[in-house]
């Protein structure tokens, strides 16, 4: 690496951050040998190095883009997009050509690969130049407005066109959905049929199919208007009616950030600044995260998405960007400042921080002199407030000394009463001077041990499993207690519900999962497994992930959540090559029992959803599910957990992790691990051969609670017989159960096997009526000869 100079690039390049890096682009030109002067697209790759603490240069390149000297180059817009070809994020750059014959504007969209090369992506020519409303977004696509029309062309389109519907005042976004993402929101003129006024509906577009949804399921229609950039922090459309849930966040003319739930506002936050052009989402860890919104004339705000509140302010900016530049799993906030005077390094003057203690200024000494960054309220906040856990920690100490103090008084009270009184002492359990700070206390846990890291490949996702030794893990992973080389068969109980637990980076977040603990804790190992999308992995043949596990340490049982410090333990470097046969060992043999299979056990449980569900039977006894399971095709134990059987139709998609407990003759708990359909299909099956008189509830707190709430969703809204309503829907309710039963005691029967059946009863009737009337017919005739002798 080297330091990167003024003669690299020039003064103002274009700048975008990926994957902790900072890339500069610019055009200039430059004189061939042969060839004459030529305009080229310029870019250098900047890492940040902490013992310096400066960027430094990693990489850079250059690629032709015109070889005529009349030809004017510039860049019109970068930005990072999906690239859906080659499944990753990439760096895109689109540059514009015009030549001094005015034969209008040719534009190019480029792309840097991961090699540090550029490539063309796309290519078209407009009669007019852009000048409004350029975004490049998924595909990559290019989207841009002009004379009120918003156009846009892709790889997939592979021309330049028109949305199919007539929007004014539109914003773009991108709705994190799985097939479409790339919209554009605005509103469309209705004209008034009885009078002459003319209304407006909100609608939104999305762009690769055309397909119109309504657009107040993501702004409201009075915010259409004031809206100037937004956000899209989650989006879900029902399979059913298509109906759409959305959070977004969005920046106003007015200046207010506004927060939106299915289109209505939840929160909102005054902005210092007007004008605002973007929004980021900063991801801090456990700290929470921020929204960096960056203005026109450079100003900068930091808001806490918890709170709402405004976290620090700063002018003088040149550009914003977000990423991991320390690499430690969170994201930081990069504030380049605008440099007074030619300088030898285009990031001479930066600000690296995340407001919550990381923080690496620019080296210049000079700070900005257009108004200075204020003070960072958020780090005074945090020692107040770290000064107000310790005084807490203290009076609870003393509250707790106060209170032994006036047992111990009530005892000795209570004795000399007794001595006066001539009875013999009598102190029962809880009255003894103890000190409960010493009783039951855990142990303070040691530092995991990493015995084994794995990896695992399930479809679109990648499982990575860490086995550890230690005493006591609290965690937000996927946790299992291993039943090796612990002597006692497993025994389930939820961890505690107190235990402190801190957010992970997004690359490793999952669901919670209560681990199963063991008689025997300090002989136990943990497999702790999370789960990441495969997708932005798919770079090239050959990635290389570096494994972190986030833990925090508590001391003892008083200790306060706010004080514990995680702590990162590096478990090591995953391998990952997608040509590599990921077939696991567990689908084809699961009577095998060899570590290798207990990992593959451990990312089907970690990958496919998980269900409880607690049937209840009055009526008949349960003691025959188990075995109605096994008799399923394809059922086998799985013998690394024998508790679970497998059900392994073909593919990940299709297998089927089950477990039957019998809490009472009548009573029991199913878990299900599996994808929703297949849940769904089994509990179908499962109903049909249950009792009627069964109820079946889903657990709370599992992952798959409200899909099954919603497979049974009659029982959950059980009908009031208070009312006329209420009676004719228990009627209707009795009546269906009833049908159900009769079906069940009188199936239907296939017409052409009922003909069949009856047809061989009335063969064999008739084969028995021949025989009887022979034999008759036998008997008489020997009457009647015997009769004539």
């Known amino acids: 690496m080297e330091r990167l100079f003024s003669g690299d690039v020039c003064q103002n ?106 490539e063309p992506c796309i290519e078209f020519k407009l009669p007019y130049q852009m000048r409004e409303g350029v975004s490049i977004l998924r595909g990559p696509t290019v989207l841009w407005s002009h004379a009120g029309n918003v156009f846009y062309t892709s790889l997939q389109a592979g021309e330049v066109r028109q949305i199919p519907i007539q929007l004014s005042h539109t914003v773009v976004g991108e709705l994190p959905l799985h097939k479409e993402q790339v919209f554009v929101l605005g509103l469309q003129n209705l004209s008034g049929q009885s009078s002459n006024k003319s209304t407006s509906q909100t609608l939104g577009c999305f762009v690769e199919d055309g397909h119109v949804f309504d657009g107040t399921m993501v702004l409201p229609h009075p915010y259409i208007c004031i809206t100037r950039c937004l956000l899209v922090l989650s989006a879900e459309q029902r399979d059913g009616d298509g109906v759409l849930k959305s959070a977004v966040v969005a920046a106003t003319s007015n200046q ?86 030619v300088t030898e390094h285009p990031l001479e003057r930066f600000l690296l921080t995340d407001l919550c203690g990381i923080t690496y200024h620019c080296q210049d000494n000079e700070a900005p002199k257009t108004s200075p960054p204020p003070e960072n309220y958020l780090l005074t906040l945090q020692a107040l407030e770290s000064r107000l856990q310790s005084g807490l920690t203290v009076l609870r100490e003393l509250q707790q000394e106060e209170r032994v103090k006036e047992r111990v008084l009530q005892q000795s009270v209570q004795a000399l009463t007794d001595v006066i009184s001539e009875r013999d002492p009598t102190l029962t359990q809880p009255e003894q001077a103890m000190d409960d700070k010493t009783q039951d206390m855990p142990a303070v846990s040691s530092k995991p041990q990493v015995d084994k890291l794995w990896h695992r490949i399930a479809e679109d996702r990648m499982v990575v ?20 080389p612990c002597s006692s068969s497993s025994s389930s109980s939820s961890s505690s519900s107190s235990a402190p637990t801190f957010p992970e980076p997004a690359a490793k977040r999952s669901k919670r999962h209560n681990a199963g603990r063991l008689n025997d804790l300090n002989t136990c190992r943990l497999a702790v497994t999370a789960v990441t999308k495969l997708t932005p992995l798919l770079n090239s043949g050959c990635v290389k992930c570096c494994v972190m596990l986030h833990y925090a340490q508590r001391q003892d049982a008083f200790a306060i959540v706010s004080n514990l410090t995680p702590v990162v333990l590096h478990c090591g470097q995953v391998d990952l090559d997608i040509h590599s046969d990921f077939q696991t060992r567990l689908l084809k043999n699961p009577e095998l029992k060899t570590d290798e299979v207990e990992e593959d056990f451990l990312s089907l449980m970690a990958v496919l959803d998980h269900w409880v569900f607690h049937i209840d039977s009055p009526d008949h006894s349960l003691g025959d599910i188990d075995g109605w399971i096994q008799k399923r095709v394809g059922c086998k134990r799985v013998d ?128 028995v009526m021949n025989k009887d009337n022979r034999w008759y017919r036998e008997q008489r005739v020997t009457h009647l000869l015997s009769g004539r002798s």
């Open 256 to 341: 207010q950030l506004v927060y939106f739930e299915n289109g209505i506002v939840k929160d909102t936050c005054q902005l210092p600044f007007e004008h605002p052009e973007n929004i980021q989402l900063v991801d801090t860890g456990r700290n929470g995260c921020l929204f960096a919104v960056s203005f026109h004339q450079g100003h900068v705000c930091a808001v806490w998405k918890k709170t709402f509140q405004i976290a620090s302010q700063w002018s003088g900016v040149s550009s914003v960007h977000v990423d991991d530049f320390l690499g430690c799993g969170t994201d930081q906030i990069l504030l380049v400042f605008k440099d007074q005077g």
């Open 13 to 118: 390049p274009h700048r975008l951050s990926l994957c902790g890096k900072i890339i500069l682009f610019n055009c200039q030109r430059a004189s061939a040998t042969n060839e004459g002067e030529r305009s080229e697209l310029v870019f250098s790759s900047l890492s940040f190095e902490r013992e310096e603490k400066a960027f430094v240069k990693a990489a850079g390149g250059a690629a032709v883009i015109s070889r005529r000297r009349s030809t004017h180059v510039d860049i019109v817009k970068c930005q990072c997009a999906i690239n859906v070809q080659k499944r990753v994020t990439t760096p895109c750059v689109l540059v514009t050509k015009k030549s001094e014959k005015g034969e209008g504007f040719q534009y190019s969209l480029l792309t840097l690969s991961s090699s540090n090369r550029l």
């Open 640 to 767: 690394v957990s024998p508790q679970y059987l497998l059900l392994n139709s073909s593919g990940p998609s299709a297998v089927m992790l089950l477990r039957w407990h019998q809490i009472t003759p009548f009573q029991g708990e199913l878990s299900i691990h599996s994808s929703h359909i297949q849940m769904l299909r089994f509990l179908d099956s499962l109903l049909a051969y249950l009792p009627v008189s069964c109820s079946m509830q889903p657990v709370k707190g599992t992952r798959g609670q409200r899909t099954a709430q919603i497979f049974l969703g009659h029982e959950d809204t059980n009908p009031e017989p208070a009312s006329v309503e209420g009676l004719q829907r228990c009627r209707e309710v009795w009546q269906q159960e009833m049908e159900r039963g009769r079906m069940r005691l009188s199936p239907l029967v296939d017409v052409g096997r009922y003909h069949r059946l009856t047809q061989s009863m009335c063969e064999k009737l008739f084969t």
């Open 465 to 484: 499993g860490v086995i550890l030794t230690t005493d006591i893990i609290q965690t937000q992973s996927q946790v299992f207690w291993l039943p090796a």
